[in-house]
């Protein structure tokens, strides 16, 4: 195992629970792409205008009988069968999303039956694309309270399904998929060193979907308006992201007493290239140490960190020892960052 210079702001603190560590990652993106080319012939767009504002060339689209658990599901299965976890073991679900296969109940349970994790409690929580980050701090707490032994934490969405595919400026940017990590205690290892999570619901209005809930209930007049659908004010949404990503990893690092130079791999919340650049360049990261996946699968918000980092670990681009740095920001809005020791 290498090692590395850090500090463990939990033992700083007279911390004396166990550890977490994500024992395996998984992932799941639905078969059909959708390039640039195609959104051509259906909006006022181009593959031109796209790549330079997002970094996006294409993204992949659930069919209509596939649902968020189903790609999370799929994606707790993988990460399962590589930490050699049967179903039965699993003591939480936790499923991130804001696109739930319905209001209620959670999708968590959706894929626990699908799994076969009888046993297991679930949830669902809902931060839009800081999701996965805010639940693995979540998570990782029912392990170092020695409540669970084993949790299982999924980032799950089907954008596409409230998506207004009219909208230039949004259908183009969103995806659909799923990752998944398993969350255990690994002797000798400091695993999830820390979380660094914030909110401002005074800018809640940025993005949002404001059909459906209580605030304004499904009638005729909600669909007639396109209430149903994802709204976005980019630019201020450009400005935020990027200053609070910067903040909360930053943050991050300075409790661990490390610089940006000590991290291996930086996964960032894939939503668009210009935000990638600019929070790497505030942070002082070079090239080479930030992970992209965005112009594969745009914008998959709470599944966006996950699948990142799945395919991060399966490419060699981590291994065992190295320190990692998750950033994501969001609808809320949200935004997190973790430091962890793989």
Not at 90 to 114: E, S
Not at 212 to 235: C, D, I, N, W, Y
Not at 322 to 327: C, I, N, P, Q
Not at 328 to 338: D, H, M, N, S
Request: hydrophobic share 45%; net charge neutral.
């Amino acid at each position: 195992m290498k090692t590395a210079k850090f500090k463990n702001p939990r033992a700083s603190h007279g911390f004396q629970g166990r550890t977490c560590s994500i024992a395996a990652v998984g992932s799941c993106v639905p078969e059909r792409r959708l390039t640039n080319a195609d959104l051509e012939k259906s909006v006022d767009t181009s593959d031109e205008w796209i790549v330079t504002r997002t970094g996006i060339r294409e993204r992949r689209i659930a069919g209509p009988q596939e649902y968020t658990s189903d790609l999370a599901a799929k994606a707790a299965a993988t990460a399962l069968q590589r930490a050699g976890v049967t179903a039965d073991q699993i003591d939480l679900i936790i499923v991130a999303t804001i696109t739930p296969d319905m209001g209620f109940p959670a999708t968590a349970c959706l894929v626990q039956q699908k799994i076969g994790a009888k046993r297991a409690a679930a949830f669902d929580l809902e931060a839009a694309c800081s999701g996965f980050i805010y639940a693995l701090e979540v998570g990782q707490q029912f392990i170092m309270s020695c409540t669970y032994n084993t949790v299982l934490v999924i980032g799950a969405e089907k954008l596409s399904s409230i998506v207004n595919w009219q909208d230039r400026n949004t259908c183009v940017l969103f995806g659909d998929g799923a990752g998944a990590a398993v969350l255990q205690h690994r002797p000798s290892a400091h695993g999830l060193l820390t979380v660094c999570m914030g909110a401002d619901g005074g800018k809640a209005s940025l993005i949002s979907m404001p059909g459906g809930g209580s605030l304004h209930p499904a009638s005729m007049q909600t669909v007639v308006s396109g209430m149903h659908f994802l709204r976005m004010e980019g630019k201020e949404v450009f400005k935020s992201a990027v200053t609070a990503m910067c903040t909360a990893a930053e943050e991050a690092l300075r409790r661990c007493e490390i610089d940006v130079s000590q991290i291996k791999c930086i996964i960032p919340h894939q939503a668009n290239r210009r935000i990638i650049d600019a929070v790497a360049d505030r942070l002082g990261a070079k090239p080479e140490q930030v992970f992209l996946n965005l112009e594969k699968y745009g914008n998959t918000s709470a599944a966006s960190v996950a699948i990142a980092l799945d395919e991060a670990v399966q490419l060699g681009r981590i291994q065992r020892g190295d320190l990692v740095l998750l950033m994501a920001f969001g609808a809320g809005l949200t935004w997190g960052a973790a430091v962890i020791e793989w």
